[in-house]
């Protein structure tokens, strides 16, 4: 159970391990982008882990990072096909960030941290746990970026009809902005409770 | 040495085990999900037409034309600087779109679809609507020139060009627009400037410009190659 | 993009579409490596060889799988590719600059992971260039990549002996920075039009 708590909360990939910045950044402009994104993210990382964990008695240490690599692949590319079949909308908003899926520290790092040394259904929650994390990351951010910076969330205005919005927030100096405060936030939130024992 | 050999080749052996099974796996997935990819390409493709065309008028996309500025009819997307797309009702050519493109608005390409009707006689040729594919112009700013595309004309709150970009090219007559990109003291023949984006404005203006030359020099020569699309099937 | 001319592209993608700023790439190594300005040059020096590589090579594979109608391989392919080659490098390094290998330490092999690869990789074969012009955009992108790291780690250098609130210190204070430098670099926007 711990395994897949850690990864919501102590130990979330984004916010508290800074992995995966990249698309964090680029995917946030609206809610609904991040949760594609989370998801998407959360089947890569559950099925590399589940296979790098049945086949890491069979991968040689010497060349397992190139094995990690094709079997991630593989998995973002299913992910790629998929999306475009059935899910056009958010495979274009997604745009060059699905296959870059593959470069996600988040999931390399799990395979060579957890997965190839832990059973198989151990991995899978750890898998899901951080999976989990990265979404509501994700969402988080994209969240307040779409508030703040367009007046909506899911693309359901907040404001009434006309609002003027902070542009600011849907452009790139609002990402890092925004993503630097979230942080301080969640480092505050988690000084509080060390200092509440 | 005998040992270390072994462990070596079997390294590769395993890489390439597992490669093999992968794009194995890869092939049947993509096989899987080729034909509803291309669907939901068409679908998407017939569906953007479809909205700049007048109602009723009934989009062809199988029949479109590829065209090169320069060189004319040309035989792959690759080669075309715009593609035609004729609308049909009841048999009878009621409407023709263009798809074509901005190659330098303000922070790059814009791919836009112009929708034709009245296509009797190129003197009476109107622009029916402009509908925005694809746009990476600053939000709030060059991105405005989407607002409100989704939404039927007859629905819009306010046919207003300078709150709902399109408007500009809704309804008009080719014959007397000006093409004009002004942000105020604009006319209804003129192009109504998106507020502090004139140079997105500007790109789009040209490029419909330069579409809707196109369709009105060689309207017969157009229509006749849909007909020999028709004549083909 | 494919009709821009060459000068243009290059400019572009420094300034107007910086890989950091404005496409969001290579965004871990950015806040990870620039607290020295020498670091930052030798990474920057690394990564400029990676990607144009990486960029070299790709282009033609691709060329070559849509050949074969098997474009669906590409995020495996290219990414097969870019490990290979930081492996190449990582080699050649330790023979000819052991020096400079020692201080990339972890971050070269990490070089792999970098999005700015992979991504102006992929975005070269999706926007269509030239093989030219790919070349000419992976250059411009690695030297926007090397501005925001050094730019970064020059402010960094001043920032750690002035005072910064706890919560802020770190990665916070690290990307609040890069918002503001992305603001500047936003004036450079238009600047192919």
């Known amino acids: 159970m711990n395994e897949l708590v850690k990864g919501i909360w102590k130990e979330n990939p984004i916010l508290r391990l800074l992995l995966g910045m990249c698309p964090m950044l680029a995917v946030t402009t609206a809610a609904s982008n991040a949760i594609g994104m989370g998801l998407s993210v959360i089947f890569v990382l559950v099925s590399a882990n589940v296979t790098i964990s049945l086949l890491r008695n069979v991968i040689p240490s010497k060349t397992r990072l190139p094995c990690f690599i094709v079997v991630i692949a593989t998995f973002v590319t299913i992910v790629d096909l998929v999306l475009n079949a059935f899910f056009p909308d958010i495979y274009s908003a997604l745009g060059i960030f699905i296959p870059l899926i593959v470069v996600n520290c988040i999931i390399l790092g799990r395979a060579e941290a957890f997965a190839s040394k832990h059973p198989v259904l151990e991995s899978a929650l750890d898998g899901l746990g951080m999976g989990i994390g990265a979404l509501l990351g994700f969402f988080l951010l994209a969240a307040v970026r779409e508030i703040l910076g367009n007046g909506t969330l899911f693309d359901v205005k907040l404001f009434g009809e006309d609002p003027t919005p902070a542009l600011v927030f849907i452009l790139p100096p609002g990402a890092f902005i925004s993503l630097g405060f979230l942080i301080a936030g969640m480092n505050a939130i988690e000084a509080r409770r060390k200092a509440n024992g | 040495m005998a040992e270390k050999k072994e462990t070596d080749l079997q390294a590769i052996l395993v890489i390439v085990a597992i490669a093999t099974v992968c794009a194995g796996g890869l092939a049947l997935v993509k096989a899987a999900t080729a034909d509803r990819i291309e669907q939901t390409k068409l679908a998407a493709e017939k569906g953007a037409v479809g909205k700049v065309l007048p109602p009723n008028c009934e989009a062809d996309t199988e029949k479109k034309v590829f065209w090169n500025k320069e060189t004319g009819v040309v035989k792959s997307e690759a080669e075309a600087t715009q593609i035609f797309y004729p609308g049909f009702a009841d048999g009878k050519l009621c409407g023709l779109a263009v798809k074509t493109r901005a190659e330098r608005a303000y922070s790059g390409k814009i791919v836009m679809l112009i929708g034709l009707k009245q296509l009797e006689q190129p003197e009476m040729l109107k622009m029916h609507r402009l509908y925005v594919l694809e746009q990476t112009e600053t939000p709030g700013l060059g991105a405005k020139v989407a607002d409100g595309q989704s939404i039927d004309p007859d629905q819009l709150p306010s046919k207003d060009p300078k709150k709902f970009f399109c408007m500009n090219f809704y309804d008009k007559e080719l014959s007397k627009f000006t093409f004009d990109v002004k942000q105020t003291g604009y006319s209804e023949n003129d192009v109504a400037a998106i507020t502090a984006s004139t140079i997105t404005s500007k790109a789009v203006a040209v490029a419909v410009k330069e579409a809707t030359e196109m369709v009105r020099g060689k309207l017969p020569e157009i229509t006749a190659l849909f007909e020999q699309q028709t004549a083909q099937k | ?193």
């Open chain 3, 1 to 193: 993009m494919a009709e821009m001319s060459i000068f243009s592209i290059f400019l572009v993608s420094i300034l107007a579409n910086n890989v950091v700023f404005a496409r969001f790439l290579g965004i871990c190594p950015y806040l990870g490596v620039s607290k020295e300005l020498s670091t930052a040059f030798g990474m920057s020096a690394a990564v400029l060889a990676v990607m144009t590589l990486a960029t070299a090579i790709t282009y033609p594979v691709f060329e070559g799988l849509k050949a074969l109608d098997i474009q669906y391989l590409d995020t495996i392919s290219f990414i097969v590719v870019i490990a290979s080659l930081v492996q190449v490098v990582e080699i050649v390094l330790k023979k000819t600059a052991p020096s400079l290998y020692q201080s990339l330490g972890i971050f070269l092999p990490l070089i792999t992971t970098n999005c700015a690869v992979m991504g102006t990789a992929l975005l070269s074969v999706r926007e269509e260039l030239s093989y030219f012009a790919s070349l000419v955009f992976t250059v411009g992108s690695a030297i926007g990549f090397a501005m925001a790291l050094i730019i970064f780690a020059g402010i960094r250098e001043r920032l750690e002996v002035r005072h910064v609130p706890k919560v802020l210190q770190g990665a916070p204070i690290g990307l609040i920075t890069a918002g503001i430098l992305a603001l500047a670099f936003m004036g450079f926007s238009g600047l192919g039009s």
